[in-house]
């Protein structure tokens, strides 16, 4: 059972990005899965979010309008498109899986993949 992040990069400022979290062992149905980053020297935080019961999407104050995410839960699969990219993105960034039909807090995850760096350049 386990999450793997995909699609970080280096990218320009004003560029984009698509992540992809791949499910193995499990299937996403039941699940929400969300997206997090830490930055060097921060905490960690919450990008967004997707519940696979009705597909309702949350988004952070900074992802909102630039970032979207979406599944395809035939592959069992969690995309996180992120367009107008800015340095201040750079994290890596964390795929996460809670048992539950609508997104929550942090501490409810309990299944993380390894992660994957975006460093956007200026």
């Known amino acids: 059972v386990q999450l793997v992040e995909s699609g970080g990069d280096l990218v320009q400022a004003g560029g984009s990005l698509r992540l992809s979290c791949v499910a193995s062992?499990?299937?996403?149905?039941?699940?929400?899965i969300g997206w997090f980053r830490q930055a060097p020297g921060k905490e960690r935080e919450g990008v967004s979010c997707?519940?696979?019961?009705?597909?309702?999407?949350f988004y952070s104050e900074s992802a909102e309008g630039r970032f979207t995410i979406s599944s395809d839960n035939t592959k069992n699969t969690v995309f996180l498109q992120m367009n107008s990219l800015k340095p201040e993105d750079t994290a890596v960034y964390y795929c996460?899986?809670?048992?539950?039909?609508?997104?929550?807090?942090?501490?409810?995850?309990?299944?993380w993949g390894q992660g994957t760096q975006v460093t956007v350049s200026s």
């Open positions: 996460a899986a809670d048992f539950d039909d609508y997104c929550g807090d942090e501490t409810d995850f309990t299944l």
């Open positions: 062992g499990f299937s996403f149905d039941g699940y929400v």
């Open positions: 997707i519940s696979s019961k009705d597909g309702d999407t």
